[in-house]
């Protein structure tokens, strides 16, 4: 599985941006998919989840505010973000939760992480 991860930016408190992953390779094995974002000094944090069967799950400083969703067509998911704060800047991060099988059966998990996107966010 390969994760490209796009549509970060500069945008003013109270915009909005579309983040983009487009998944390649192993898609039937994913299990699940998240945006995470990282702070300069901080710890890298999960922003959104989407499983395989449709769950969503938000952290608390974005929901109401940003929407995690899927295009099965396209193989990509987004992370549309609206009513931008300055303390959304971050590098985001799209991840995929895998498992695979080994010649003899043996399922194997993993986690891939695509390249960052910077946001930033201006007051």
């Known amino acids: 599985v390969q994760l490209q991860a796009s549509g970060g930016g500069l945008v003013q408190a109270g915009g909005s941006l579309r983040l983009s992953c487009v998944v390649s390779?192993?898609?039937?094995?994913?299990?699940?998919m998240g945006w995470h974002r990282q702070a300069p000094g901080k710890q890298r944090d999960l922003v959104a989840a989407?499983?395989?069967?449709?769950?969503?799950n938000y952290a608390d400083s974005v929901k109401g505010r940003f929407t995690i969703s899927r295009d099965n067509a396209r193989n990509t998911v987004y992370l549309q973000m609206d009513s931008l704060k300055p303390e959304d800047t971050a590098v985001y991060y799209c991840?995929?939760?895998?498992?695979?099988?080994?010649?003899?059966?043996?399922?194997?998990?993993?986690?891939?992480w695509g390249q960052g996107t910077q946001v930033t966010v201006s007051s």
């Open positions: 991840e995929a939760d895998y498992v695979d099988y080994s010649p003899d059966g043996t399922p194997v998990a993993g986690r891939v």
């Open positions: 390779g192993s898609i039937n094995s994913i299990r699940g």
């Open positions: 989407l499983t395989s069967g449709g769950s969503r």
